[in-house]
């Protein structure tokens, strides 16, 4: 069956870096666009950024842009999330997601991992 | 980007109510757009794509309508287990975004 496991969650103070790693397996990875969605606690959710199934293009919203990257490496079935110059209203759970659709560029999304909790604190 | 716009923020119903639920875009998306079932401390459940398709294995008593501006997303007869924060999200374009939510909470 799918699953997808983040981790690299943590306490980090506003300004500094993290990167969040999802491992999948139940499907062809290399097949899939993939996403991060965020949620902060109590809110609503947050789309973040896709990854098309090929890693030729990459989108962002634009409260992340030009701070975060996303990226994948098929040998390792791992998608990631680097997250730089962290601010307070960064403060979420990150879920990664994939997409519903075969070779995609982003669309609707048919799995959720479990999320990890960023806190952006001093 | 494009905004969507969710009504209304909260909805008390009954068991056996007929709900319905409504999305708005700042501008057209075509059917480019997906309604999602959230329960407290679960991600998200794909419920409707393209609009008006039914992900497998949701119920029949879901179903979703419209195109360029406005969607709905209707419960036809609302069961226990539906009691939950819904989410219409669009992807006509590559940057997407979903609504504030709905949440329906027991009359």
């Known amino acids: 069956q799918v699953q997808l496991v983040e981790s690299g969650g943590g306490v980090v103070q506003p300004g500094r870096s993290l990167r969040l790693s999802c491992v999948v397996s139940g499907f062809t990875f290399s097949s899939y666009g993939m996403h991060w969605v965020r949620q902060a606690p109590g809110k609503g959710l947050e789309w973040v950024a896709v990854i098309s199934y090929d890693a030729s293009n990459k989108y962002y919203a634009d409260a992340v842009k030009g701070r975060f990257t996303i990226s994948r490496d098929i040998s390792k079935n791992t998608l990631y999330l680097q997250m730089n110059s962290l601010r307070a209203e960064d403060t979420a759970v990150y879920c990664c997601?994939?997409?519903?659709?075969?070779?995609?560029?982003?669309?609707?999304?048919?799995?959720w991992g479990q999320g990890t909790l960023v806190t952006v604190s001093s | 980007d494009i905004q969507m716009t969710q009504s209304p923020s909260t909805l008390s119903a009954s068991v056996g109510d007929r709900v319905t639920i409504t999305c708005r875009a700042s501008q057209s998306i075509g059917s480019w757009l997906a309604w999602y079932q959230q329960k407290p401390g679960k991600p998200p459940k794909l419920l409707i794509y393209?609009?008006?398709s039914l992900e497998s294995g949701v119920p029949s008593r879901f179903s979703g309508s419209g195109s360029g501006t406005e969607f709905t997303l209707t419960i036809s007869s609302l069961q226990p287990d539906d009691f939950a924060t819904y989410y219409c999200?669009?992807?006509?374009?590559?940057?997407?975004?979903f609504g504030g939510g709905t949440k329906v909470e027991i009359k």
């Open positions: 393209k609009a008006s």
């Open positions: 997601a994939k997409d519903l659709h075969r070779d995609s560029n982003g669309g609707p999304i048919d799995y």
């Open positions: 999200q669009q992807y006509n374009t590559y940057v997407l975004t």
